[in-house]
């Protein structure tokens, strides 16, 4: 089969040809199944390829697609790319089409009285909601977010911005400093930690209506000597892994019966008036506990920790010492380190590809392949923001794609198959740039100044939630941003 349309000037192309075998992984968009190899030419980029598509589907609106090659989004022309990769014209080229969609729009921003350190978010399919998802069901509406904030609280917020629940003070068992991490374990339990050395474990309980709901104090955990700055929790084993400043990962049981005595040395009323450290002072009717065991490796501060999706006997830290590490969570034993050439700062995992993505101090993302059969340690670099990646969380449609929080102010997201090729290898591009909404109508401050992003969630049912030095969260939903079989768009969300 032979077409040829108009260029994007609109004018016949007397360029060389290739013949391209259209395919697509999505039945409501694929061709009719006699459709064999057609001739184009090559200097056709993602638009006109666009508009061929739709006419061969004979859409009387017209849908916007991208385009892959070989895994590969194509950003180029296709004449470019054979040049670039070293094909032949003559070569039949099998080129995969998905839809086109567009970016997250800003749903809302919730305002907090502090910067905000972490936030995570319960849904039906989020995490938390998943692990006990064979006995409760949220129900429509009972969408959750949770933040922590430097001024020493925690608070749970339904979707429309209202504040359910606050944690008391830290003469009432709360924080005595500012709170760095928190998690939902389950509908009815969180876990947080901060820079007053502790985990604390809360239950949250709801009214029936849903209109206003508390969190309890129910545990304790000492064993940190110094801030602990993120935390990965796991409902099934009732096990908590900490990353702390005092370059150690800490592993607990979020279960009272299970945690052994905490160390009487660390207790706040051990602690010393001499002290120049801030004296934690807090209920004492809520149960004190010690860690499990203490991981004790990293050369510097630990920044961040995840279990390992498939199997959460394993986990994974990165640290201000530059290395990736794996941990055998049954014996407590390192596995493997990879090392790097920067500070790492955060990470989450792609588990697809058998990929751990790294934010670093140099203001870009690695993609590591941390099994110990690798034969390189960086597989990928996403390069784009303009200082530090301090959090990251997977797309929970897709397996390729991600989204990153910097201190330059912005989230970006990221499909690895966009990328190209230089010097350094592979280097990928952001999809989309998310600003803080907070100054949407002013100019961007250089290196972030006021705007710094601390923390990020995906949630498939909420959206983007991002958390940072504007002293609010903001939420950016746009379903299938990275469709799990494709689909992309590019430019900055507005």
């Known amino acids: 089969m032979s077409i040829q349309p108009p260029d994007e000037r609109g004018v016949k192309s007397s360029q060389s040809q290739v013949r391209v075998q259209l395919t697509t992984?999505?039945?409501?968009?694929?061709?009719?199944?006699?459709?064999?190899?057609?001739?184009?030419?090559?200097?056709?980029?993602?638009?006109a390829l666009s508009t061929l598509?739709?006419?061969?589907?004979?859409?009387?609106?017209?849908?916007?697609?991208?385009?892959?090659?070989?895994?590969?989004?194509?950003?180029?022309?296709?004449?470019?790319y054979l040049t670039a990769n070293g094909i032949s014209s003559e070569t039949t080229l099998t080129v995969e089409y998905v839809r086109a969609i567009i970016p997250p729009l800003h749903l809302a921003s919730f305002e907090h009285d502090d910067w905000v350190s972490s936030v995570d978010v319960l849904s039906n399919s989020s995490p938390a909601g998943q692990w006990v998802s064979n006995t409760v069901n949220l129900g429509q509406g009972h969408d959750r977010i949770l933040s922590s904030s430097y001024d020493g609280f925690l608070r749970v917020w339904n979707m429309?911005?209202?504040?359910?629940?606050?944690?008391?003070?830290?003469?009432?068992?709360?924080?005595?400093?500012?709170?760095?991490?928190?998690?939902?374990?389950?509908?009815?339990?969180?876990?947080?930690?901060?820079?007053?050395?502790?985990?604390?474990?809360?239950?949250?309980?709801?009214d029936e209506a849903g209109f206003t709901a508390s969190l309890t104090p129910q545990l304790e955990l000492y064993g940190h000597k110094a801030s602990i700055d993120a935390l990965a929790v796991h409902y099934p084993s009732s096990r908590i892994i900490s990353a702390s400043a005092d370059h150690s990962v800490g592993i607990w049981s979020s279960k009272k019966s299970d945690a052994p005595p905490a160390p009487s040395s660390l207790l706040p009323q051990n602690t010393t008036r001499s002290s120049k450290r801030r004296k934690v002072t807090t209920s004492t009717s809520t149960p004190q506990r010690g860690p499990l065991v203490l991981m004790k490796s990293h050369s510097a501060p630990v920044s961040d920790t995840i279990f390992a999706p498939d199997d959460p006997t394993v986990a994974y830290s990165v640290s201000w010492d530059h290395t990736l590490r794996t941990w055998d969570l049954s014996t407590a034993s390192l596995v493997d380190t990879r090392t790097t050439s920067h500070a790492l700062l955060s990470l989450t995992a792609l588990p697809y590809l058998n990929l751990i993505a790294v934010g670093t101090s140099a203001r870009h993302i690695t993609l590591i392949d941390p099994r110990a059969s690798a034969a390189t340690i960086s597989t990928m670099t996403l390069r784009g923001h303009t200082n530090a990646v301090v959090t990251l969380a997977r797309d929970p449609d897709s397996a390729y794609g991600l989204v990153s929080?910097?201190?330059?102010?912005?989230?970006?997201?990221?499909?690895?198959?966009?990328?190209?090729?230089?010097?350094?290898?592979?280097?990928?591009?952001?999809?989309?740039?998310?600003?803080?909404?907070?100054?949407?109508?002013?100019?961007?401050?250089?290196?972030?100044?006021?705007?710094?992003?601390?923390?990020?969630?995906?949630d498939k049912d909420v959206g983007i939630v991002s958390v940072g030095e504007d002293k609010r969260?903001?939420?950016?939903?746009?379903?299938?941003?990275?469709?799990?079989?494709g689909g992309t768009g590019r430019g900055d969300v507005r």
């Open 473 to 485: 969260a903001q939420i950016n939903r746009g379903r299938g941003v990275v469709d799990v079989d």
């Open 160 to 206: 429309s911005s209202d504040v359910l629940a606050t944690s008391p003070s830290a003469s009432h068992g709360g924080h005595a400093s500012s709170v760095k991490a928190v998690r939902f374990i389950s509908p009815t339990s969180i876990a947080s930690s901060g820079l007053d050395r502790t985990i604390r474990v809360w239950k949250y309980n709801e």
């Open 405 to 458: 929080g910097s201190h330059d102010g912005t989230c970006r997201i990221w499909d690895v198959r966009s990328s190209r090729s230089d010097n350094d290898g592979a280097v990928g591009e952001s999809v989309y740039t998310i600003p803080r909404e907070s100054v949407r109508d002013e100019a961007r401050k250089a290196g972030g100044e006021g705007v710094k992003v601390f923390g990020v969630c995906w």
């Open 25 to 47: 992984r999505q039945p409501d968009i694929s061709l009719p199944e006699q459709t064999g190899p057609i001739l184009i030419n090559t200097n056709l980029r993602r638009y």
């Open 53 to 80: 598509v739709n006419a061969l589907l004979e859409n009387e609106k017209p849908v916007p697609f991208e385009f892959l090659i070989n895994g590969t989004f194509l950003r180029t022309s296709i004449d470019e």
